[in-house]
C-alpha cells in the first residue's frame, strides 16, 4: 500500500471534535481514512463535443505530488510550455488574475523566490499557462495544492511523470474531495509572506 500524500503544513483532514453536526460530512470524514490519497495521477483525453471543440488541449491529468516536491514538478512541468507565458494568480475568494505574457524563463525566476508561498498558502490559487487559437498548455495549483494539467504533448508529460516515479492510478482521489481544514501560512511560518501582499507583489509585477 502506497503512502499517504504529504500535505502542505496549512492543509489538514478535520480533527474529530471539529466534525460539524452534518452526518454527510461525518460520513466523509470516516471515508477519508481509507482515502486513496497517495503520489500518482489520473489521465483522460478529450472529449470529443462541441464544447471542446475550440479549446486546444488534447488531454487532463490530476497530480497528487508530495508537497516538499512539487515546486520541482511544476518547474519540470514548465518544459512542455513554449518560451512564453502567463502566470495565473488569485485569492480563493476573487477572480482569477491573468498576467501578461512574458519570457517563461523570466517568469520562473522571479516566482522562484515565491515558491514556499505558491506551494503553500491554502488561500491562493497559481498557475502558468499558454492558451493560442490551436494550442492550451496549463500547470493550475488551486488552493489544495496538486496540480491540474491541461496539455498537448503526451509523450513529455509521462515522460517527466516517469521522472517522478509518479503512476498513472484511474482511482485515485484528492484532499479535496474529503472535509478539510485551511489554515494561514504565516501561522506556521513568520517569514512567509502574507496572501494578500504576494497577491500585489504579482500583481505590480505582471498586470
Known sequence: MKKTLEFPKTIRFLNEDEIPNNPSILK???????????????????ENNSENESIGFDFF???????????NLIVALSKTLPEVAAVLFGHIDFDLNYGNYEEKDSILKF??????????????????????DESLVEIFIDESKYIKYWGVDEELFREIMNDFKLEEIENLEFIDEYPKVREVL??????AIDSNLLIEKLSEKYL
Not at 491529468?61 to 515546486?71: K, V
Not at 506551494?119 to 491562493?124: E, L, N, R, Y
Open 28 to 46: 466523509r470524514w470516516e471515508e477519508s481514512k481509507t482515502a486513496n490519497i497517495v503520489q500518482g495521477y489520473t489521465f483522460k483525453l478529450k
Open 111 to 132: 516566482i522562484n523566490q515565491y515558491k514556499k508561498e505558491l506551494t503553500q498558502d491554502a488561500f491562493i490559487n497559481f498557475g502558468l499557462i499558454y492558451n493560442d
Open 61 to 71: 491529468a490530476e497530480i497528487n505530488i508530495d508537497n516538499s516536491n512539487l515546486w
Open 186 to 191: 504565516t501561522r506556521f511560518d513568520e517569514n
